[in-house]
């Protein structure tokens, strides 16, 4: 009939406190998972008894053993992962070795001989034709300390040189739109994943790099190739085809399903990955959870999807934009998150107008401000904007 009221008072001095309880109970009634008080810890809160964990652990035990138990040196048996490096006849790319600093050196030297173990590197002859730099790149912990290196190869000279490989990378939205209706979840890590991949030997040497006067050539495709995110999605559909309980994200693999049948689920996934030489780290893999961290999110049981608090730990010090670059670098945050924030797009509007303004900083004003410091608010509130996607198993 299109009758509406404003105006009615519906909360009181003195029952604020009743009327946000009411709404928790009401959330909880809707999904008795519902983590109304933040109280669950993603990737460290087993689902069930320790009693159904164990049960689950001894279930999938035998599969982690032979999974653990593929040789050294294996490289994954899916025709699609060989990766080509095509180029024009006569194309070159050398860029000697950057200095690394001297302390730096014993973190080098072990990283290449774990690869030689490996098998994901060999010695190899010197070419005059193709070299690229290493890189040691911090990483970095919680207070943003370095606490150790990555080391990759700059393969930037080499991306110029081959052409791309188009395959969708898949929508983050849909992975959490297939993983809602989900008790329980498995996260899996793929150990050296990328390098799991084997480089058709004829293109092994244009990715060659030297180290202490020898050269050394990736037999596994190495970090950075612009070609191999999208080779690894590919393949990961192609593998999983006829499991609709596994959602993969380049090398993420998330495992959702019930009581019943999760260590099943889990069981399969493992044996499958096993079976074309994949080979899982166990150690940072999240088993049988209600909560794990996901692509910047929290996904828990019941379907919900909360943004990762870990993102939002230095919020307060979010400095305001000052020129069009730091207003593309907010905007490009947001819009990651816009999916699970309501109305975020309408509060950002005002600052999303300067997102190609020359002057930002003297055209900046208090309705800019206010929409800044709604945003940053809005965010705080991680309960707030927890968000209840509906599915089945």
């Known amino acids: 009939m299109n009758i509406g009221l404003t105006g009615v008072a519906y909360k009181y001095p003195g029952n604020e406190d009743d009327y ?16 109304a008080n933040n109280e669950i810890e993603p990737n460290n809160s087993p689902y069930g008894t320790e009693d159904q964990q164990k049960q ?4 999938i035990q035998n599969a982690i053993d032979d999974n653990q138990n593929i040789p050294a040196g294996s490289f994954c048996t899916v025709p699609e992962s060989v990766v080509e490096l095509p180029m024009e006849k006569g194309a070159k790319s050398f860029k000697r070795q950057y200095p690394i600093a001297h302390r730096q050196m014993p973190e080098l030297e072990e990283q290449i001989n774990e690869w030689l173990k490996a098998g994901i590197i060999k010695e190899n002859r010197a070419n005059t034709s193709f070299n690229s730099p290493l890189l040691m790149v911090p990483k970095k912990d919680e207070n943003n300390e370095i606490t150790s290196h990555r080391v990759c190869l700059d393969v930037r000279g080499i991306n110029k040189l081959i052409p791309d490989v188009v395959y969708p990378v898949p929508k983050i939205r849909s992975i959490f739109d297939n993983l809602a209706g989900g008790e329980v979840f498995t996260k899996i890590d793929l150990k ?86 994949l080979k899982i780290n166990v150690k940072k893999c999240s088993w049988y959870q209600r909560s794990i961290y996901l692509l910047g999110f929290v996904v828990e049981s019941g379907g919900i999807i909360k943004v990762d608090p870990r993102r939002l730990t230095n919020i307060d010090s979010w400095p305001i934009p000052r020129n069009k670059k730091e207003v593309m670098r907010l ?63």
């Not at 689950?56 to 279930?59: E, K, L, P, S, V």
């Open 192 to 277: 050296n994943a990328y390098n799991s991949f084997l480089v058709v030997p004829k293109d092994q040497h244009k990715l060659s790099f030297q180290f202490k006067n020898r050269t050394y050539t990736f037999q596994g495709c190495c970090f950075g190739l612009k070609t191999v995110t999208a080779i690894f999605c590919k393949v990961m559909k192609i593998l999983f085809a006829d499991m609709d309980f596994i959602e993969t994200y380049v090398d993420d693999c998330v495992i959702k399903g019930t009581a019943d049948n999760h260590a099943s689920n889990v069981k399969k996934v493992i044996e499958r990955l096993t079976s074309v030489n």
């Open 20 to 35: 946000s309880n009411r709404l928790k109970e009401d959330a909880q009634f809707l999904n008795m998972n519902f983590d």
């Open 331 to 393: 905007m490009g945050i947001l819009s990651y998150m816009r999916d699970f924030i309501p109305l975020i797009s309408r509060v950002a509007a005002p600052i999303d107008r300067l997102r190609n303004d020359p002057d930002v900083e003297n055209n900046w004003t208090q309705e800019h401000t206010d929409a800044f410091i709604a945003l940053k608010e809005i965010l705080r509130l991680n309960e707030r904007f927890t968000v209840h996607l509906f599915g089945s198993l």
């Open 56 to 59: 689950f652990m001894a279930y």
